[in-house]
């Protein structure tokens, strides 16, 4: 089997490309935060991945001419960057697609100076998510130490009403 290949996205990416970007993030977390949305709620949009790929944020994991993962990577301030909506195609888990990209998420913070990785479980406030006890659990092998609980209503005053559950965002914090 071919194996896949991360880069970043170059600042001009072909419409296409965003909208498969896209829709593989919704199909993904769709299922990931099952029970946390409300119907009809979206994880992003053609747009939204538009201006983070322009921005330079974007990395994918190809196979092939298709694209079967993603992460988002960016500064949060001088020492730290953060990264989010990392996602694989759930015909290809399990071969080390996600691994490879947080690995390639942190090396790029370190490249631009940011020797410390952040990041946060969107996480049901009085009930357990089994994808979210699997990212807990995986992200305390590769090293993230929790730092802290925001609820969401208080960090994202405009995206509380959506959730059908309340939520918190727990903290994750990496020395690289
Ligand atoms: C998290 C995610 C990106 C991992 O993708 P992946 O390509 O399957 O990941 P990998 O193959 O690199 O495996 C990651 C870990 O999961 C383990 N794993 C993979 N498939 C598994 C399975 N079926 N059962 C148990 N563990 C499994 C691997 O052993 C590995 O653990 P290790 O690094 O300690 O060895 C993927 O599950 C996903 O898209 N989840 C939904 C979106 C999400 O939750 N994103 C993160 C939001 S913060």
């Known amino acids: 089997m071919d194996d896949f290949r991360l880069s970043l996205l170059p600042v001009h990416t072909e419409p296409a490309v965003l909208t498969r970007l896209s829709d593989l993030v919704n199909e993904v977390y769709a299922e990931a935060e099952k029970g946390l949305w409300q119907d009809g709620a979206t994880r992003t949009s053609t747009a939204e991945v ?7 944020q ?6 092939g001419r298709h694209i ?11 020492g730290t960057a ?3 909506m990392l996602a694989a195609d759930p ?5 080390g697609i996600g691994r490879d990209l947080v690995a ?16 946060e479980i969107l996480t049901p406030r009085s009930w357990t998510h089994p994808s979210k006890e699997f990212l807990a659990g995986w992200y305390a092998r590769l090293g993230y130490q929790r730092t802290g609980v925001n609820a969401v209503e208080e960090s994202y005053p405009g995206l509380a009403p959506l959730l059908a559950t309340p939520c918190d965002l727990v903290a994750y914090r990496k020395h690289l």
């Not at 390639?104 to 410390?116: I, M, Q």
């Open 68 to 78: 079967v993962g993603c992460v988002r990577v960016r500064p949060l301030d001088d």
């Open 104 to 119: 390639f998420a942190e090396r790029h913070a370190l490249d631009s100076g940011r020797p410390v990785m952040r990041l």
């Open 82 to 84: 953060e990264f989010g």
């Open 91 to 95: 015909a290809h888990r399990g071969r």
């Open 50 to 56: 538009a201006e983070m790929t322009g921005a330079g």
């Open 58 to 63: 974007m990395a994918v994991a190809w196979l």
